[in-house]
């Protein structure tokens, strides 16, 4: 899965000459927890709310309202912004997004292609990939079987599916010591017979879930 796929394009951004009084307007306004910065078309930083509040006069300050409105419209988001920022390719994984954001503990990526800005992705556009992967909405049934880490281990479990004409929807391997946890889900809510089957083939069935 590209990133293009799960990120949204053409975000909406501000001028590094912005005053930090309009930035935290904007903020309200539009609803967001970030800003790309760009000037004449080049990505020049990012500006959250943390980087407002750190250039802010604090609750303990001794000036009035007015002083403080006047400070902060004087204040240009350039002063305010993380001018380093780390981007991602639009066509790099998903995965890679979500290891850059773990690793260097942000929870946004500017997307870029050819040296310009198309879009971002955040860690909340990688929980709803992460949803639909498992495909945790749809209707259907949700099974959690123990498979041996060898070769043919889910082919043969695709198998049982298979005999009983029932389609898998979703598949996910989670890692283990020589056993793993394979989830598979199906369009089918009446599992009783998936269950046996199972059984029968000598699998343990971990967890059943069925979304009606």
């Known amino acids: 899965m590209y990133i293009r796929n799960r990120m949204t394009p053409n975000p909406c951004t501000i001028p590094s000459n912005t ?20 000037d004449n078309g080049k990505l020049v ?18 000036l009035s309202i007015y002083e403080v409105n006047y400070f902060l ?10 001018k380093k920022v780390i981007t991602i390719d639009a066509d790099c994984l998903l995965e890679e997004a979500a290891v850059a ?17 198309v879009g971002i992705i955040t860690e909340s556009d990688i929980f709803d990939a992460f949803i639909d992967l498992m495909g945790f909405k ?13 070769p043919g281990g889910i082919a043969a479990i695709s198998e049982v599916f298979s005999s009983l004409n029932i389609n898998i929807t979703h598949i996910a391997m989670f ?3 020589g056993i793993r946890d394979l989830v598979i889900r199906s369009s089918v ?9 199972l059984n029968e083939k000598g699998y343990k ?8």
């Open 175 to 177: 890692a283990g010591n």
């Open 45 to 62: 930083g990012i500006l959250t709310k943390g980087d407002i509040q750190s250039v802010s006069p604090t609750k303990a300050t001794s």
């Open 73 to 82: 419209s004087k204040i240009t988001v350039k002063k305010a912004m993380t």
């Open 138 to 150: 749809e209707k259907g049934s949700r099974i959690t079987v123990e498979v041996k880490d060898v």
């Open 19 to 38: 005053t930090i009084a309009d930035a935290v307007a904007l903020f309200r306004e539009k609803g967001f927890k970030r800003f790309p910065v760009v």
């Open 101 to 117: 954001m773990r690793e260097n503990k942000i929870s946004t990526l500017p997307v870029m292609e050819k040296g310009k800005l």
């Open 205 to 212: 069935i971990k967890h059943l879930l069925v979304n009606k």
């Open 189 to 197: 809510s009446d599992i009783p017979e998936i269950e046996k089957k």
